[in-house]
């Protein structure tokens, strides 16, 4: 699993939230499914390169959000929750219901996903200004 996790110390996104944002993705996107166990801290902090403390704050955010659960003598499993906003009427996003069936995006919002990457790399924008301009959007929304 910690193949798919990367961490760009020269990013300006901090090593944690890089780290709860992939997992949080491979959860929506269906790679990691409910039940999934992810790396002790250690391990995947060992093959990171990186401080144990920082992985942990990435799974305590992940857990604080519902996609995954620490267990003690568990380890820590995806539950299959990713969160949507809220449905209308309701106020809080942190009410955010779990995704439709199984915890998958919808392959209509994954298309258009790919579609903004497949654009903005052919434009020559660098990930992380994808990235910020999608998080401007969604602010602005």
Known sequence: M?????????SATPP???IRSQISSLVAMGELAAGSRLPTVRSLAADLGIAAG???RAYRELDAA???????????VVTGRAQLLPTHGAADP???PATPA???VPAEVLAAVD?????GRSA???DEVLLDLLRGRLRMA
Do not use: F, K, N, P
């Open 2 to 10: 910690s193949a798919g996790i990367t961490v760009d110390l020269g």
């Open 16 to 18: 944690y939230e890089q």
């Open 54 to 56: 920082t992985v942990a």
């Open 66 to 76: 519902g996609i995954v659960e620490s267990r003690r003598r568990g380890g820590t």
């Open 94 to 96: 942190a009410l955010a």
């Open 102 to 104: 199984g915890g998958r």
């Open 115 to 119: 579609r903004y990457i497949e654009l």
């Open 124 to 126: 020559g924008l660098a």
